[in-house]
């Protein structure tokens, strides 16, 4: 990509600099960092007059706007890229957008009501072919999942993941497992979320993937804080920290969520509070209401007694906004237990 920068035409340049973004992040680098010179490139490519480039640009920065946080924000680039792969006709460029727009129509506020539609209108535009329709399969899978569907989304998020190690795409295959992990989590089967995070913790260290590595060992983390192997959940824990990047929200929930439990098994009661809160804090600035009320319900235990109520409100009217029924169910379980 340095070499392409130097020697290409403008055209060749860009695509050189965008890229050596993506890769960079892949490798850990700062999302929030990346975003002021990942929007350069789209101002560029709409100087150019570049559709293909342009979608690239818009498909790159709508995902670094889901990791940190922002997903109303995200999926506006997101359906905006997909909308100039389609008129610039690069196939390769229309299924990446495609498949970020299911991903961040799950992460983020739009009621699974609306999202598990659109999600399969989605499929259809692939031909029910390719790497997109495989993830698309997995999202609609979690989306069931969130209804109390486990069987059918199981079934689907299953058969997608099949799909993506068939076409070789084993980086892919691993990552979109955090949301089968989760479904799984969801379900109160702790071990079977294992399984999926450990085989794909063992695909992405041999490639030397590490933007979905730090949030796969932080949901393995919590598969083993659960089954109450906290020493093991630990060191995942650590993993995570010191792979992922500071402003990966979700990633820097996930940990947290795991420590909390580990100091609070260890019986420091005190740092298990205080890495609750700071849970409770980083929700608060993220529009994921995928993986939020999850959050909540995994820390709310170590928190204030004063603050449990209202921070159980909050997740249960974003649950209910979500079309969660399944995490909405276990808040008003804890809501009810409450003094």
């Not at 961040?104 to 259809?124: C, I």
């Not at 980086?171 to 979320?193: M, R, S």
Request: proline content about 3%; cysteine-free; hydrophobic content about 45%.
């Amino acid at each position: 990509y340095r070499r392409a920068r130097q020697l290409g035409d403008p055209r060749t340049a860009l695509i050189a600099r965008q890229r050596g973004i993506w890769n960079d992040l892949m490798r850990g680098a700062s999302m929030v960092e990346a975003l002021g010179p990942m929007e350069e490139t789209v101002e560029e490519a709409e100087r150019l007059g570049d559709e293909s480039i342009l979608a690239e640009g818009l498909t790159r920065l709508g995902v670094i706007a889901s990791w940190i946080g922002e997903n109303d924000r995200a999926l506006i680039l997101l359906r905006r890229a997909v909308a100039d792969a389609q008129a610039s006709g690069d196939p390769r460029i229309l299924a990446e957008a495609t498949r970020w727009v299911a991903l961040v129509l799950l992460w983020g506020s739009t009621p699974v009501g609306d999202a598990l539609p659109e999600v399969r209108r989605l499929a259809e535009s692939t031909g029910g072919a390719g790497f997109a329709y495989a993830e698309l399969l997995v999202v609609e899978g979690t989306l069931l999942a969130l209804t109390g569907d486990f069987e059918g989304g199981r079934a689907l998020a299953a058969e997608g993941r099949r799909q993506l190690l068939e076409l070789g795409q084993k980086v892919q295959y691993a990552g979109i497992g955090q949301p089968a992990a989760i479904i799984e989590l969801l379900a109160g089967d702790a071990p079977a979320a294992e399984r999926i995070m450990r085989e794909a913790h063992g695909m992405l260290n041999a490639a030397g993937e590490r933007g979905f590595l730090s949030t796969v060992s932080a949901l393995l983390g919590l598969a083993l804080a659960r089954q109450g192997r906290y020493d093991e959940a630990d060191r995942f824990a650590d993993e995570s920290r010191e792979a992922g990047s500071d402003d990966d929200v979700v990633t820097q929930i996930y940990w947290r969520i795991v420590k909390t439990n580990v100091e609070a098994a260890k019986g420091d009661l005190d740092e298990a509070a205080r890495l609750a809160a700071e849970v409770v804090e980083l929700t608060n600035r993220t529009d994921d209401t995928f993986d939020g009320p999850i959050a909540l319900m995994d820390v709310v235990d170590f928190l204030d007694p004063a603050r449990r109520r209202p921070v159980l409100e909050r997740a249960l009217a974003e649950t209910a906004r979500k079309g969660n029924v399944v995490s909405a169910e276990q808040i008003r379980a804890k809501l009810a237990a409450l003094p």
